[in-house]
């Protein structure tokens, strides 16, 4: 099966075909990553521009290490959205960037559609790392390759997101990623972080709850979002002490799941708030291991953009 | 715009046409008789017996000139998104033949000298009749009321801080104290900015789908409920600029039963598209108040229908393409609309069924003139000879070079419309290539 799609703005319109391939991809990079030469020419001659708007270590240098491992060629550009007001700049940026005739842009930006403003000036293909509160697909894959490796599958499982639901655009990618491929998403955190009908949201909807003990009760994985402590000066809630109180995860809350309940945080973490010190620690956390996935995730998404077929001899020739 | 050569000089019958008389409610053959720019005189039947010169508008409609109570000119101050020549270019193209510009220019239209500027700028190199809107407070700050007596000697026949809301009640309660003696009504936008800090679009699943911040129709429904409060306290003529819910429908349903002196007009964006539009993030489609759901949509057509809004108002709102060539949060709000509303909403809304054709044009013409106290708007012996004629069945698609206004930020460039606006006369004088 190829992949057949220009772009990876969302998992909004992927089929979970078109997902389930991607996450078949990453587990075959994830074998190269854990050789001794981690290195595939898969993506030899492709130049790739990695386009960050927003301050993201993380996801950036995801991002550069997947695209070194494949032997793309990498240019980077970086600017912090509070200096850019007018996107006649992103605009230049974007021109400036076709000019220099790349085949892929990476863009992660602080805009909800940023992506899609860009694919008006951009015929290359363009992979979402992040847009505003919409979507961050890659971060959303990483996630639920993680689960699958524990699982086997995603269809059937409980997962539940807690936190500001609301500003979260890993929570919008993972409830699309997570539904299509069959598994049940309950969101829970408090009401003021909770976007309109989001029981809507994904492939037939979610689950909201806002006591966290209901919502962790038949839990096979919880992800817990990072609470930006700055929406406290918007009185979205009242203190962060009281936040960790009600909505913080501790190793309490943890033993109201199932065993075996798995723990994810996208990173990174505000110990002592959204998450508490033992919990982040515990050998159910995969945080970690969420991190090493993000690699083979983005190596797959960018492979099969770049219109590659899963190819085992490729992956081998070195 | 000079009239005056006309004045004197012509004498001619317009025949041919079905006229639209939108105070009688009916579209039927006539002709009509012009003198000195004015309407001498109505016949019905289709040729008259004359040895005056008679133009033949055969097949068409013939209405009073559209009227929009509120336009943004922009001049003085953003002349490069739009002028006073091009905006009432752009009123001529679409049937205007009045205007009423808002205060939100640079400078503010909060003193009589900028008034007159404009007045005299309108003279000079506009093509239609502009009046003007002052503004209510000094600088659209919402603190210190401006000068309403000054204002109206100048010629402003309105006030409006339009664009932001008087968040301060005791500010809007002075102002429509004042403005009730000098009969002058205050246009109201209608926004409770605690609510809205931020919004790019309507708060619905929409909203929460495309994760832009959502601006609730409450926020709208609260400001107006305060100000119809302030309105029924006063006295005075309050007029809700844009109404875009049926919270909001409902309210003003409401107070016009109690008897408060209340007005209101609907855009035709905010009649015609819908929230789910934005699923594309066309700035173009960026409006403040918010393109809302198609709940909203019904309430505020039925509100045309059984009158509880009073007005179409087009809310024209030029950016150029610097400012909307940006990412959705920064792109500001505003959209064009002189050229597309009479095309627009005789398509969807009286093609559809909604509405008639007449409603539609008394929507345009009577119907806004009396809401702001302005001239013409009548077919009636004594009025101002300002006329657009129609074809209200010509299928045509609205392309960007048709565009007379200096931005472009309109959605339904590409759109296919029903309905044409073939000629516009001003004060007895045909305007030749309006469209
Ligand atoms: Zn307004």
Redesign the interface.
Known sequence: MQFNRKDLLGL?DLTSEQIKLILDTADNFKEVLGRKIKKVPALRGVTIANVFYEPSTRTRMSFELAEKRLSADIINFSKATSSV????T??DTLENIKAMKVDIVVMR??????H??ASEFLDVSIVNAG?????HPTQALLDMMTLRERWGTLNGKKVTIIGDIMHS?VA?SNIWGLTKMGAKVTVCGPPTMM????E??GEGGVKLEYDLEKAVSEADAINILRIQLERQSTRLFPSSREYFEVFGVTSDVISLAPKGCIVMHPGPMNRGVEIAQEVADSEQAVILPQVTNGVAVRMAVLFLIAGGKVDDTELNEN | MKMTSWKDKREFWISGAKIADPEAGKIRAGSVLIQKGMIAGIVWQKSPETELPVFDAEGLVLAPGFIDIHTHLREPGFEDKETIESGTAAAIAGGYTSILCMANTDPVIDDPSVVEYITKRAEDDGHCRVYVTGAVTKGLEGREITEFFHLKRSGAVALSDDGKYIADSKVLRTALEYARVLGMPVISHCEDPYLTSDS?MN???V????????AHTASEEIAIARDIKLAELTGAHLHIAHISTAGAVDLVKKAKKKGIDITAEVTPHHLTLDETMLE??DRNLKVNPPLRSAADISALKAALRDGTVDCVATDHAPHNE?DK???????PPGMLGLQTAFPQLNTELVKNGDIELIDLIRLLTSSPASVMGLPGGKMKQGEPADFVLIDPDEEWVFEKRMIKSRSYNSPLIGKKFKGRVKGVFLEGKYLEDVS
């Open positions: 909004e007001k007018k996107g006649e992103l605009r930006h602080g805009s909800s559609g940023a899609k403003f847009d505003g509160q919409h979507a655009r919008r976007p309109v009908d989001i809507k949201l | 790019q708060e619905s699943f909203s929460t789908r495309l994760g832009l911040k959502g594309s993030y610097i060539q940006v990412e959705f949060n920064y792109s």
